[in-house]
């Protein structure tokens, strides 16, 4: 009996060392492993990131009245646009139309009601708006992503 129970506290001792002292080395191999498969998608990622590096402008916070409701509501937003780091030209007119941009911004979230900006795909869609609005306004180019970076509905 005294025999049993020393080969199972060795065997259970075993058990323990094996798990708690486990070769790192091992991790990496399955490491190694999933980098290799993000290694053979990388170039391909790399590839489409080279095609269209893309810069950023800061359009900053802007807080708007809800349409509907009496004003009730307010939408305070922060937004970066995307657009194609090879157009100077677009870049350019970004910087020199910039308060444009906002007055287009601004406009186009008054408009939306509260069901505009908090249902299902409320953001998508919001977003996909204010894209068509502001490249409406543009004549050297098009931005090619707005990015929330602040979302607020009260």
Known sequence: MILLIILVVLAGS????YFFF???A???????????VEEKTAPEKTAKAAEVECE?????EVVVNLSGDGGGHYLRVEVVTEYPRDN???????????????DTLISTLR??????VTAAGAVENL????????????????????????FLVQ
Do not use: C, M, Y
Not at 14 to 17: I, L, P, S, V
Not at 111 to 116: C, E, P, Q, S
């Open 14 to 17: 075993a058990a323990g060392w």
């Open 111 to 116: 408009t939306k009601t509260l069901t505009d």
């Open 22 to 24: 486990k070769s790192p």
């Open 127 to 150: 977003k996909n708006s204010l894209l068509n609005d502001i490249n409406n306004n543009l004549k050297t180019g098009d931005i090619t992503g707005i990015f929330f970076t602040d």
């Open 26 to 36: 091992e991790d990496g191999a399955v490491v190694k492993k999933s980098s290799s």
């Open 88 to 102: 100077k030209h677009l870049a350019k007119e970004l910087k020199d139309k910039q308060h444009q941009v906002r």
């Open 56 to 60: 950023k402008l800061d359009l900053g």
